[in-house]
């Protein structure tokens, strides 16, 4: 089949989870035509030189409870014609790939509608989803309404609507059919799921993983509060800090270097993005979670508190009292991860997705 799968290029956590449809589609012989935009882009080139791609200008859009905010988005959109750069994506998809058989998107609004206007069959495989098909519990003042109307907005049809998530339940079912099945999680974090067990250390190590988007003010304060305690620290961040404690180990991003930290640690310190939190459940690692200010985020940390596998804390508000008590807490929230795997079955799940493609749609 001529496949084109779409992703989004927020940070890697829609990269990883892709690359495990990806490695089995090409394992079947498919061919494939990437949508990408930026980390995405550059993902892909380094994971796959030999895949065609097209870059993708995905609009940003805000939405609040009454739908879109024309005025915000507006504000956070450039100067860009996004029309017009819609349309030289659709020319160059067509010319890559002028008979495609299904679209595949992970949160990627412009293969979908290319699907739209050519009548391609499309489907949709992200955790968000679950928003538009469950009416979940709003949080604060964070609503699941932003995520709902704005999934609504950029994916309005799809003959196949898949939330890849950790999540245990979900409530009342909205007009939108989603099916909820397993995370989806990439070969090279299951490789230490054993190795994780065996972990025995005089000193607690802790992973903070800081995003390209987190601010390194914040970072550098977080940092310098769990310095002072008995622990050796490993920091991935965009940007080298100064004046960081002798116990903080900086690295710069990389996979695999990440993975094993993460496999060797005590607990994980990091946002509440949803395709890291899975990987820390598989390896079962406690976490420490300040989430960003959106419901998504919010609802991930929610699950991960609620459910006693980590404590979630406002970065804004760096709260050592909570940092110190999660600390004391290993081997309780530890427990709370094993529990949670039991009652889910989480690792029969794992990667279910390959298996759906295979049985509804052949590939």
Known sequence: MNIIIGVCGLNHGHCTRQKVVIDYLLVRGHNLLLAVSNSSDAFFAEQYPQLPRVYVHAPNISCNRNGVDWTKTYLKNDDTDLFKSFIASCSQIQALMPNTDLIISDYEPIC???????????????????????ETEDIDLFTRKEESLRLSFCFPNADHRISSSFYKVADIET????????????????????????????SPQIVVYMNPLSPSDKCKGLVSVMA???????????????????????????????IEAIANADFVVLNAGHQLISE???????????PAQKYEQQYNAMVVERNGMGVKFD???????????????LSELRDGIKRYKADTKYEEHVNEVLQVLTEKWGV
């Open 112 to 134: 979908a509608w290319f699907s739209y206007a050519q009548n391609i069959p499309l489907i949709t495989i992200d955790n968000q989803s679950v928003f538009l098909g469950y």
């Open 175 to 202: 007009n939108y059919e989603v099916d909820i099945i397993g995370a989806t999680i990439s070969n090279d974090v299951a490789r230490y799921k054993a190795k994780s067990k065996e972990k025995t250390t005089r």
């Open 228 to 258: 002072g305690r008995d622990v050796d620290i490993v920091l991935f961040s965009k940007e080298r800090l100064s004046g960081i404690p002798a116990n903080v180990l900086q690295c710069r991003y990389d996979r695999s270097e990440f």
């Open 280 to 290: 820390c459940i598989l390896l079962e690692r406690p976490m420490l979670l300040f």
């Open 315 to 329: 970065i804004d508000n760096i709260n050592e009292a909570k940092i110190v008590d999660a600390l004391s807490r």
